[in-house]
Antibody, heavy 121, light 106 residues
Framework: EVQLAEAGGSVVRPGGSLRISCAASGFTFDDHGMSWVRQAPGKGLEWVSGINWDGKSTSYADSVKGRFTISRDNARNSLYLQMESLSAEDTALYRC??????????????WGQGILVSVSS | DIQMTQSPSTLSASVGDRVTITCRASQSVTTWVAWYQQKSGRAPNLLILKASDLQSGVPSRFGGSGSGTDFTLTIKNLQPDDSATYYCQQYSTYSQTFGQGTKVEI
């Protein structure tokens, strides 16, 4: 069974940093591209960042470009998102999502339950 | 970035109805469109890939169509379990985007 489990959520002050992670199991991790998708309270889905199977290709939404960094460790079956210069607009439930293909961009067939990141003073 | 504009934002219908949700891309995405269903408090569930490929396990009353910039999700014979918010997604470019969602009330 495919499982994606996010961790590392927290309350962070504006301007602060946070690293969240996603532990994958139940499938061959390096066969798939991965993404982070967030959802602010009561709002819709927002794609944040994606990475291809070997980590050599990454992409970001304009709203986080230059502040967030996605990475993966295939040996640990883990996905990461390093977030810098956080603001209240980054407050959301962050989910990792498995891509259908190995590339950076694809549909998502499995999702984690999400981790809450709250930016507040 | 490519914008995906969904309509309507909310839809009220009855059991047995046929409903249609539309999604318009700001530029051509060929058929690189997926549709998801999200029920309250839960992760999204993939319904359709490549505009019209129904995923395994998804009831056949769901269907997708379109290419280029205009796409539709159709639900035939609406069931109470279909009450959810539906999102389109384009994955034509490295910078993927979702539509704003359509809430279906039954």
């Amino acid at each position: 069974e495919v499982q994606l489990a996010e961790a590392g959520g927290s309350v962070v002050r504006p301007g602060g940093s946070l690293r969240i992670s996603c532990a994958a199991s139940g499938f061959t991790f390096d066969d798939h591209g991965m993404s982070w998708v967030r959802q602010a309270p009561g709002k819709g889905l927002e794609w944040v960042s994606g990475i291809n199977w070997d980590g050599k290709s990454t992409s970001y939404a304009d709203s986080v470009k230059g502040r967030f960094t996605i990475s993966r460790d295939n040996a640990r079956n883990s996905l990461y998102l390093q977030m810098e210069s956080l603001s209240a607009e980054d407050t959301a439930l962050y989910r990792c999502a498995r891509g259908i293909t190995s590339s950076t961009s694809s549909g998502f067939d499995s999702w984690g339950q999400g981790i809450l990141v709250s930016v507040s003073s | 970035d490519i914008q995906m504009t969904q309509s309507p934002s909310t839809l009220s219908a009855s059991v047995g109805d046929r409903v249609t949700i539309t999604c318009r891309a700001s530029q051509s995405v060929t058929t690189w469109v997926a549709w998801y269903q999200q029920k309250s408090g839960r992760a999204p569930n993939l319904l359709i890939l490549k505009a019209s490929d129904l995923q395994s396990g998804v009831p056949s009353r769901f269907g997708g169509s379109g290419s280029g910039t205009d796409f539709t999700l159709t639900i035939k014979n609406l069931q109470p379990d279909d009450s959810a918010t539906y999102y389109c997604q384009q994955y034509s470019t490295y910078s993927q985007t979702f539509g704003q969602g359509t809430k279906v009330e039954i």
